[in-house]
């Protein structure tokens, strides 16, 4: 007699998962990372103290730096850099990507493929941390969490986050990266 698996290996772990079920579980963690920590979900702040940490370890100061006067992060300067709330959850995040790549076995090194694109990625790369500086967080705390909190900021930041997305898919297709 054959059984009949509802939840297999592969079903669970070799195939991707749908939008709907992916929103669920980031709405899920946002409501644990608001009752445990007292804050809405965030992951990019961790970056920032990492970087801060290491600027701090080679002799900079940032305590007088307008960002580090704010209520919201002047407590982080009291503390590790490398040991909070938002820096755990950027651990947790990264495990957690990691670890689903390795389960599913889609894991791969990707050459790149010329010097345009590695030029392309790095200049994104800066927009894109500085643009979350600037909105006050990413697509994950200034999006969902500022659409889940019912505030305005949100639904501007998915506006201009959609414009922004538009551009970028025409500058790839247009310079072939």
Request: hydrophobic letters at 50%.
């Amino acid at each position: 007699m054959k059984k009949n698996k509802l939840y297999s290996y592969g079903t669970v772990f070799g195939k991707v998962w749908p939008y709907w079920l992916g929103g669920i579980l980031l709405g899920i963690i946002n409501i644990f990372s608001l009752a445990f920590t007292g804050k809405p979900l965030r992951i990019t702040s961790g970056f920032l103290y990492w970087a801060v940490g290491i600027y701090e370890f080679f002799g900079g100061k940032v305590a007088d730096w307008y960002y580090f006067q704010d209520v919201y992060h002047k407590p982080v300067l009291q503390k590790s850099f490398f040991i909070n709330d938002t820096s755990l959850l950027v651990i947790g995040a990264v495990t957690g990507a990691l670890l689903s790549v390795f389960l599913a076995s889609s894991f791969k090194v990707r050459k790149i493929k010329n010097p345009k694109q590695l030029i392309f990625a790095l200049i994104g790369g800066i927009i894109m941390g500085y643009g979350t500086r600037i909105a006050m967080g990413c697509n994950i705390g200034a999006f969902l969490s500022g659409i889940s909190s019912f505030s305005a900021h949100g639904w501007v930041f998915g506006l201009f986050m959609l414009v922004g997305v538009w551009l970028g898919v025409q500058i790839i297709n247009k310079y072939q990266i």
